[in-house]
């Protein structure tokens, strides 16, 4: 059975820290779905077409990840595409208890669900889109916080 895990999360924008948990995961599953999570109800810094197509650039030579955008419960994706495995990562102890709730009820509603937890790399325990956001907001230069295949992506701001 193909191994298919998905990677949820907002990716407002997609940072260097992503990217590398995606890379590292790669090896490990015969397909990934990067899942933006989207809540209509909820203003995001960039749009969710932004946020795929910028994802999509970064792994056009990667046919095992693929992305897509989904509201509604993790779970129901996953049945969706056929995943058996939800791809986090972890930075600090207040990732561990947040992701350790959310890990548990997943299991709860959907038994067949294994969560699997990469560490990220030192460099990238720092990076975080709320960081990432505010230094574009305010001008700053962000590249060495995104991707290299988007640097030289204009990320502007939708208003
Ligand atoms: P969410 O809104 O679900 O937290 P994010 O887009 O912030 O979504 O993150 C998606 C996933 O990527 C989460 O598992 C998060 O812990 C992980 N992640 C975010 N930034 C990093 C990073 N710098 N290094 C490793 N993992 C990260």
Redesign the pocket.
């Given at each position: 059975m193909e191994r298919v895990a998905i990677?949820?999360?907002?990716?407002?924008p997609f940072?260097v820290?992503?990217e590398?948990?995606v890379k590292r995961a790669i090896p490990l599953f015969d397909k990934i779905v990067i899942m933006i999570?989207f809540n209509s109800n909820k203003r995001s810094f960039f749009s969710v077409e932004k946020r795929a197509e910028w994802i999509n650039e970064v792994f056009k030579n990667e046919p095992k990840v693929t992305v897509e955008w989904h509201e509604g419960l993790t779970v129901d994706f996953c049945k969706k595409v056929n995943a058996r495995y939800i791809l986090?990562?972890?930075?600090t102890s207040a990732?561990f208890e947040f992701?350790r709730a959310i890990a548990q009820v997943n299991k709860m509603m959907h038994p067949q669900i294994e969560s699997v937890f990469l560490l990220?790399s030192p460099e990238?325990?720092p990076?975080?889109?709320t960081i990432v956001r505010d230094i574009i907001y305010h001008g700053g230069d962000a590249s060495m916080f995104l991707p290299t295949a988007l640097k030289n992506t204009v990320f502007k701001i939708d208003e």
């Open positions: 990677f949820p999360g907002s990716f407002d940072t820290g992503h590398s948990i999570g986090r990562g972890l930075r990732d992701e990220t990238h325990t990076v975080t889109s």
